[in-house]
């Protein structure tokens, strides 16, 4: 199993993942569900990869690392990195949001994604925490970053507010 970059390599893979995935999903948002191809190769794509060093982006918007879970071959997953806090990421989505292909649920690949995420995490972000934001209702999601160290620290009305500290094992989690 191995988490990889966004990439122009793996287009298409990426874009059968991107195109299938729902618009809000428990709130892990896409905006390009239903995509064309033409239209992911020559605009969605360059766009994804560029929001790791966004350029002519409002001063609001964090940079952000797209990568997808691959195993033995199929891309399985994705999983998204955001570089650092702002207020409104603190009180909100957090660091990282995730999702896996609708028939590979239930597999462990969340969990296992989720681990590999937080290592690359612990190299982007400046946060002593990851900080993640689940909908009470989504037991799946919540088990998946309990899998990994998380701790619920807080709610409001629709969530469960979740940190890992950086310096937590995962041990054999997944
Ligand atoms: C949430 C999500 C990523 C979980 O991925 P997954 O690959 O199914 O997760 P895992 O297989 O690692 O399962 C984690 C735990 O949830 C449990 N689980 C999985 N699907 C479940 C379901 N539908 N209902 C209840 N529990 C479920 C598993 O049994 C496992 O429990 P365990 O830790 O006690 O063994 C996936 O369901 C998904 O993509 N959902 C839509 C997008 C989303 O909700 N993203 C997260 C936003 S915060």
């Known amino acids: 199993m191995e988490l990889r970059k966004i990439n122009k390599n793996d287009a298409k893979a990426q874009l059968e993942y991107t195109t299938a995935l729902p618009t809000d999903e428990n709130g892990l948002t896409n905006p390009y569900n239903g995509v064309s191809y033409d239209d992911y190769i020559e605009k969605v794509l360059p766009t994804l990869i560029s929001y790791e060093h966004p350029v002519n982006m409002p001063d ?26 702002t207020e409104a990421l ?23 994604g989720l681990k590999l995420t937080i290592l690359e995490a612990k190299k982007i972000i400046p946060e002593d925490e990851i900080y993640l934001r689940v909908n009470k209702d989504n037991i799946a999601s919540r088990k998946v970053m309990q899998n990994n160290g998380g701790k619920i620290v807080g709610e409001d009305d629709g969530h469960f507010f979740v940190r890992i500290p950086k310096y937590f094992d995962c041990g054999n989690a997944g």
């Open 60 to 85: 609001w918007f964090v940079p952000e690392t797209y990568y997808y879970l691959w195993d033995e071959g199929r891309l399985v997953g994705e999983f998204r990195i955001r570089h650092h806090l």
């Open 90 to 112: 603190k009180s909100g989505a957090g660091h990282i949001g995730y999702s896996i292909k609708r028939e590979e649920r239930g597999k462990g690949y969340g969990t296992a």
